[in-house]
């Protein structure tokens, strides 16, 4: 069974982009969702899918697990799945013995820019690069399943921009 331990940021500036790999393409639903865990269909570069059970332990830690299957039975999931299907690139960026994924959205959500690095331990203390702003990881609006459910709202440029305004994460 693998773990996902990770905390999530908004990104204030284009800073990254110096470091940053050449990305990936991502087009990904939500399939079925209950209160603490979701099934997620992800299509990566329109060549692989992947399907994806997260079950919850904290804000910071889940259960994932992760399977490769055929693009054709991605693609009519995909099709299936709940709410809207969200369109991102990303990217890898390494910061000091951490590598970084920031996810830079399209569509409806074309502006919104949010990073996370994953961790082996909840007590790994990653040092934050100086393009991240405020930490989301406890902000569930900022999951890629409430962002396809449409839970940040049509306000979600006016959140973020307030968000951004906090001061960042130490």
Avoid at 74 to 94: D, F, H
Avoid at 115 to 126: G, H, L, N, T, Y
């Amino acid at each position: 069974m693998a773990k996902e331990i990770e905390r999530k940021f908004l990104v204030n500036s284009d800073e990254w982009r110096k470091n940053a790999d050449d990305g990936k393409k991502m087009r990904q639903a939500v399939i079925i969702a209950e209160a603490d865990r979701s099934l997620r269909i992800r299509l990566i570069d329109g060549k692989k899918a992947r399907l994806t059970l997260k079950i919850d332990c904290n804000q910071i830690s889940r259960h994932e697990f992760e399977y490769e299957i055929p693009m054709s039975d991605a693609r009519e999931m995909l099709r299936l799945a709940n709410g809207s299907a969200i369109i991102k690139t990303r990217y890898e960026v390494p910061f000091k013995g951490f590598v970084w994924e920031v996810d830079v959205y399209e569509g409806s959500f074309a502006g919104l820019v949010v990073a996370e690095v994953e961790m082996k331990s909840e007590k790994d203390k990653p040092p934050l690069p100086p393009w991240v702003g405020v930490e989301v990881s406890d902000d569930r609006r900022f999951s890629n399943r409430a962002i396809a459910e449409g839970s940040l709202g049509k306000d979600w440029k006016q959140l973020v921009q307030d968000k951004l305004e906090q001061p960042a994460a130490v």
